[in-house]
């Protein structure tokens, strides 16, 4: 694998001595690196990069994300610790910095990804879901209304509404958003169904209409029976509409 890398890298290198301003000789070598797990030479490469094409955006990107992954690593390496230990509590806190790092690392990514192409709303998208994480949830909505009327992105804009209303305590804003998304769902997201089904069947359970809860619950265990424990969930609800 080494020697493949080696080889790739030369050819990579050619290229990149014929034409030292274009941009994609040094991103097709620094990924090459990345996924060789050679992260400085990566970095070196990104660097060198944005010297000759004077600064190119693209490379700029490359090197703001390039930064993120050694926090996305440890935070592997976390989950994978927390999985054998989950009550350990200095896990868990440094799982939660780790994720914040991340996310607000993330956020500024695609936020400057955003201003540089208005028109791309997929990442728009993605800096309203990390506004979302880092607890901007106002300004999540503002980013994700904007783009309703786009109906590649309106399924998921539309999960990310109901978990933003949630976040605000709005229970009747999110079961909106969250029943219009499943209307707007594409046949490949089967997981994103899931999720949703997960949070309209538990918001009519907190809200007492267990009848409805039942029911989604229901068509959601027909789906993952194991999903987020629906099963036992949907007992419980079913007792509970029993006894009223």
């Not at 993605?126 to 109906?151: C, F, N, S, W």
């Not at 490949?188 to 409805?212: S, V």
């Not at 068509?219 to 006894?243: C, P, S």
Request: glycine residues 6%; proline residues 2%; contains cysteine.
């Amino acid at each position: 694998y080494a020697d493949r890398t080696e080889r790739e890298a030369r050819a990579l290198r050619i290229k990149i001595d014929n034409n030292p301003t274009n941009a994609n000789g040094y991103l097709h070598l620094a990924n090459l690196y990345r996924r060789a797990d050679r992260f400085d030479q990566a970095r070196a490469v990104l660097e060198e990069g944005l010297g000759a094409t004077g600064a190119a955006f693209e490379l700029a990107m490359e090197l703001v994300d390039l930064d993120i992954e050694p926090f996305r690593r440890d935070l592997a390496l976390t989950e994978a610790r927390l999985a054998q230990n989950p009550d350990d509590a200095e896990l868990q806190a440094i799982r939660a910095r780790l994720t914040k790092e991340i996310q607000t690392r993330e956020l500024d990514y695609f936020r400057r990804k955003a201003d540089r192409f208005p028109t791309d709303g997929s990442f728009k998208l993605e800096m309203g879901v990390r506004l979302l994480k880092t607890g901007q949830v106002d300004e999540a909505i503002r980013e994700l209304q904007a783009l309703r009327g786009d109906p590649r992105l309106q399924g998921k804009v539309l999960v990310y509404l109901g978990f933003c209303f949630n976040a605000r305590k709005n229970w009747r804003l999110a079961q909106r958003n969250f029943e219009e998304a499943l209307k707007h769902l594409g046949p490949g997201e089967d997981q994103l169904r899931k999720e949703i089904l997960f949070q309209l069947a538990t918001g009519y359970a907190e809200t007492g209409d267990f009848q409805r809860a039942v029911d989604t619950a229901c068509e959601l265990a027909n789906l993952d029976f194991g999903y987020k424990d629906i099963g036992k969930r949907m007992d419980d609800w079913t007792a509970r509409l029993q006894r009223a």
